[in-house]
Every structure is written in structure tokens, then in C-alpha cells.
């Protein structure tokens, strides 16, 4: 069974102008009163977000749900700023409409959070830091059915490319490294030949708190493949839910510019950039500090 973290206290943060945690979805009222409740958050470029994106999640349901003594109360994509300045990254307007749209249409539990959006390059360890504040301290956490008051837990959903990228010297800071696994902890899905276990060993001091997540069915959709398809006239149906390709459409966000030169295929992470899926290291990310 799982090893339960301690939550931690963010101290609050500057919100953008007319920002609000969206928490229509946010259940305050937990199950199980013997569980913790978490929140899963997933952070990336959502580039656009994709099938295997909303999938993630439901992965890490299952295995919530029949591995650990965890009860999920709610679940939030957090796509990231415009000042990544990473190239093909559509504005982020655009990125969290697509977000906010596959989530209301394909799922009853997930929200966007559009803060990191809204604003400046925020690292990873500061996005969760934010949720934490605004839903345990905002909000005021969830409450047991007798009303008991519980703070939330606050956990990183990824995949296996960024305990990876977690893994090598001066890539993360250690502070950053603390609070993320220490404080908040992740869930990571594995890909099929990532040395997962071998990073795990390198940051053996957060071990407790690293949950590894087997792919019973393999899934290489990928935002960057999606782009492709879009820029060759291909088509996309089925690889993203229609009510973002009706949107992708209507606004021209990935023209069809003809064939692909090889620089448009499949490229390795760049910038610090660590894939939250597990078969994509070019479009939806965890960043380093």
C-alpha cells in the first residue's frame, strides 16, 4: 500500500489579473475517510492536448485505485506559458481552450488550471505549490462525511522520460527535487525500454514517493505526430477528440504547409524539457528550474 506524504502548506503566490482556480469539478467530500485525497496534476505544452493525454490520467486511476490507500478527488491539466518559447508552440490561449474543451466533453473528474498559462515561465515545483495553496487554503481542502477537515495532496502526473531527466546531475535542483517528490510526490507512466528503474535507484532518497505505472496497452500518440498530421493534410480522427479538431479547424492553428522535411519528425527533448507522455519528448513537458 502506499506510504502517505505529508502535505505541505504553500505560501500564496501572485495570481494573474481575474484569475480563479476552476473547482467545479473538485469533489470536497471524500469516499473513504481512511484514504488520503490527492489531486493529480499534469503539466505540459498540450500542443494539441491529445487521446493518450486524457488516458494518462484514467491509467493512473486504475492504478490509485487498487495500489495504494490514495482517493483521487480531482485531476488538472496545467498547460505551460507562452514564454516557454518553444518553436510550433500555439499561443496559450489556444492551448487551454483545447484543454478545457476535450476535458468537459471526455471526462467527468478533469479541470484546467490556466495560472501557468496566464503568466511568466513557472518551474514545475511552483505549479504544484500553487494548487496546494488555492485548494488547502482557498478552498479550504475536503472535508470526511462526519466533516472532518483533510488537507489535499497535491501529486505530479508524468511519464517516464522525466524521472530521467530527474535523475541527472544538475538538471534539477535539489530544492526543486525535495518538493516535488518529497513534499508532493509523482506518478509515473512507464515506456516500454526507459531504464525507469535505474533512475529510480539515482533518486533513491524520494523512493517512497515515485509510483512507477505500467501501459497495459501501448499508446504512441503523440502531439508532435498530431502536428505532422495536420501540417500534411492527414487525417486526425480518433488520435484527439472532435471538439478539438473542430476548434484546431476553425482557427488554422496547424496549416497544412505540404510535405514534411526531416526536421519536422520526431525530435529528442530539448531545453529541459521532459515528456509527461510516454512515447513524446517534443510537446508536452515537465520543466526543470
Same mark, same amino acid.
Given at each position: ?42 503539466? /505540459? ?46 499561443? %496559450? ?47 479550504? /481542502?475536503?472535508?470526511?462525511?462526519? $466533516? ?9 502526473? %508524468? $511519464? #517516464? ?32 525500454? %526507459? ?18 505505472? %505500467? ?52 525530435? $529528442? ?9 510516454? #512515447? ?10
Amino acid at each position: 500500500m502506499a506510504t502517505q506524504i505529508s502535505t505541505h502548506k504553500a505560501t500564496a503566490l501572485t495570481n494573474p489579473s481575474n484569475y480563479a482556480l476552476t473547482s467545479h469539478r473538485l469533489r470536497r467530500t471524500l469516499h473513504d475517510f481512511t484514504k488520503q485525497p490527492i489531486v493529480l496534476v499534469a503539466c /505540459g505544452s498540450f500542443n494539441p492536448i491529445t487521446y493518450h493525454h486524457l488516458r494518462m490520467f484514467e491509467i493512473a486511476k486504475d492504478f490509485i485505485r487498487q495500489n495504494t490507500d490514495f482517493e483521487i478527488v480531482g485531476g488538472y491539466l496545467s498547460p505551460v506559458s507562452d514564454e516557454y518559447k518553444k518553436a510550433g508552440l500555439v499561443s %496559450a490561449h489556444h492551448r487551454v481552450k483545447m484543454c478545457m474543451l476535450a476535458t468537459e466533453q471526455e471526462s467527468s473528474w478533469l479541470m484546467v488550471d490556466s495560472w501557468e498559462a496566464l503568466q511568466n515561465y513557472q518551474r514545475t515545483a511552483v505549479v504544484l505549490d500553487h494548487l496546494d495553496y488555492e485548494i488547502n487554503t482557498v478552498l479550504g /481542502g475536503v472535508s470526511t462525511r462526519d $466533516g472532518e477537515h483533510r488537507d489535499v495532496q497535491v501529486m505530479l502526473l %508524468a $511519464g #517516464s522520460d522525466l524521472i530521467s531527466t530527474m535523475s541527472e546531475p544538475g538538471v534539477w535542483s535539489h530544492d526543486d527535487l525535495d518538493d516535488i517528490l518529497g513534499r508532493h510526490g509523482t506518478f509515473v507512466i512507464e515506456r516500454t525500454g %526507459a531504464a525507469l528503474d535505474q533512475a529510480i535507484d539515482s533518486l533513491a532518497r524520494w523512493r517512497n514517493s515515485i509510483y512507477p505505472i %505500467a501501459q497495459l496497452v501501448q499508446n504512441d500518440v503523440s502531439s508532435t505526430k498530431v502536428r505532422l498530421f495536420f501540417r500534411r493534410g492527414l487525417s486526425v480522427q480518433y488520435l484527439l477528440p472532435a471538439v478539438v479538431i473542430d476548434y484546431i479547424e476553425q482557427n488554422n492553428l496547424y496549416p497544412d504547409d505540404g510535405p514534411c522535411t526531416e526536421k519536422d519528425k520526431g525530435k $529528442g527533448t530539448e531545453s529541459g524539457e521532459a515528456d509527461i507522455s510516454t #512515447s513524446e519528448s517534443s510537446n508536452t513537458c515537465v520543466k526543470k528550474p
